[in-house]
């Protein structure tokens, strides 16, 4: 009865599915060892205006992130670049590793513009009013090696 419902694994599925649950701790270390990297190499740089990422000092939420969520608190980064709009979908275009895609938790590094995808149809004072900055980039970070994110996210902000 249960196969009639659409209930029933494959048994390859079954595996993958199992696979993919007894490695997710490892995966979710690395999601997280790279977002912090990334999130503490763009609050250094002069082209971002800002950075949210709960790990990084300064955050108002760091207490709690530290507290609560001591090996990691997330493979996702918001970051807002000066400039505005024009300067998020410049920076987007010229990426060249990490894709323009909408998801979490790939395990390949991803990034999102709102104000020219998602939102695009939105003012910038919309925008503002919906807590999205128009340079905001919302940076969902794989497990590729770090250096090569770091890099992909360098040439791109020297190119927005």
């Keep these: 009865l249960m ?3 659409g209930c029933c694994q494959s048994p390859q599925g079954a595996f993958y599915i ?22 503490e190499y763009l609050a250094g ?3 971002v205006e800002s950075v949210k990422y709960p790990r990084l000092p300064g955050n108002p939420d760091k207490a709690l992130a530290d507290f609560y969520l001591p090996k990691g ?3 996702v980064v918001s970051f807002s670049l000066k400039g505005g709009r024009e300067a ?5 275009d010229c ?12 395990i390949r590094t991803c990034v999102l513009h709102p104000a020219s995808s998602t939102h695009r149809q939105l003012s910038d004072e919309q925008l503002r009013e ?5 340079g905001m980039v919302r940076l969902s970070v794989g497990l590729e090696n770090p250096d090569d994110i770091l890099a992909d996210l360098a040439q791109a902000l020297e190119q927005a």
């Design 3 to 5: 196969r009639d419902m």
């Design 18 to 39: 199992n696979q993919g649950l007894e490695t997710l701790p490892l995966r979710m270390e690395r999601h997280c060892r790279n977002a912090e990297a990334a999130a």
């Design 45 to 47: 740089h002069a082209k």
């Design 73 to 75: 608190c997330s493979g």
């Design 88 to 92: 998020g979908a410049r920076f987007i």
């Design 95 to 106: 990426l060249k590793m990490i894709s323009l895609q909408v998801h979490v938790a790939d």
């Design 130 to 134: 919906a807590g999205i900055t128009p």
